[in-house]
């Protein structure tokens, strides 16, 4: 008998209870706008990014339109004007690169290793090209993160981390986005936590997070900030910094406040599902699971394995004979850019230089969605149909 998938790899679990009261309540008293506030009152969004600092640590916390817009706004706070250049990763999504060109400066692409991580000696080797990274924990993998900051302390270069795939990951205990000088987090429906859109930046900078709040529009409202640095600071950089609206609105940090609560509930949950799949895909001949370095808390939102040197008609015929069996396989491989997956090459606005280690890589790359309303018994059984769907194609 072989056996089908019928599950979504795109549905969501729905918002919460809580969540969902919470948004009827901003719906009845009409008050979405963040800044419009009713005596006393200090406003979802405001709360959520008090509530978000110091869930992650953090001084400060900003919330925005959207992940992209964080990314784009940390990369203006810290001062990147147009023509600067950049380092990047070159496994990523588009929104890296694209931030990047959203202020006019152009990308430098670092390579990627088996590890799925940013390649730090190719890093190492570009470090005196630009004076900011936007490292990309691209699908959730952390690099050794204590030899990245080493390194770019020396280099006097600033990271500003990319968490749209980290938001509850660690290193070494040390939660993801607080290595760098700015954390940058979705809250987009595919991330870990489902406001549609939106996006968080953290940071401990207090001109960093000053700069960062007037460039969302926060007009000079920004002292009704519960997570932003006192009005001395912005008195300083207020006339000199544009408003380049994107902020968030009440409504959505109603829906994301219950949900950050419960995120080591769901990072656990997805983990579980996670280590199900990984547990039965690992020993598969030709296929390379990626092993995940002790010092790293993963969240287990998406599994990639590796199908290195395979052909791409025999890769192609593996995701064609899994999609027979409903299980839906991504890959970062393929010629063309299709629905999320694109890849350096693909972004054309961007030169980039060949990188052939990273090209091998990239063409094996498999991906696939974990979402929360898998059961563990459909993990099991997805990883079976891989197993056997790759084990036929491999003999082949
Ligand atoms: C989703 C995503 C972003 C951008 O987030 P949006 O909220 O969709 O703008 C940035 N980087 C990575 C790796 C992402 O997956």
Redesign the pocket.
Known sequence: MTETFTGSFTQQEPIPEEAIEAAMAVLRHGRLHRYNVAPGELGETALLEQEFAAQMGAKYCLAVS??????ATALRAVGVQPGDLVLTNAF??A??PG?IASVGARPIFVGVTESLTIDLDDLEAKLDQARVLML????GHLCDMDRLMQMCDAAGVIVIE?C??TMGAAWRGQLSGRQGAIG?Y???T??HVNSG???LLITDDEELAAKATMLSGSYMLYERHLAAPGPEVFERIKYTTPNVSGRMDNLRAAILRPQLRDLDRQVRRWNERYDEIAAGLRGTPGLTIVERPEEETYVGSSIQFLLLDWSPERIAEVIRRCAVRGVELKWFGGAEPTG?TSRYDSWRYADSAPMPASDRILAGIMDMRVPLTFSLEDCCLIARIIRSEVGAVYQS
Request: net charge neutral; with cysteine; proline share 4%.
């Open positions: 959207s992940g992209g817009y964080a990314l990523t999504l929104p890296v931030a990309s924990h691209m699908r990319d749209a795939h940058c979705s809250c987009q595919y991330k859109e939106g996006g999320f």
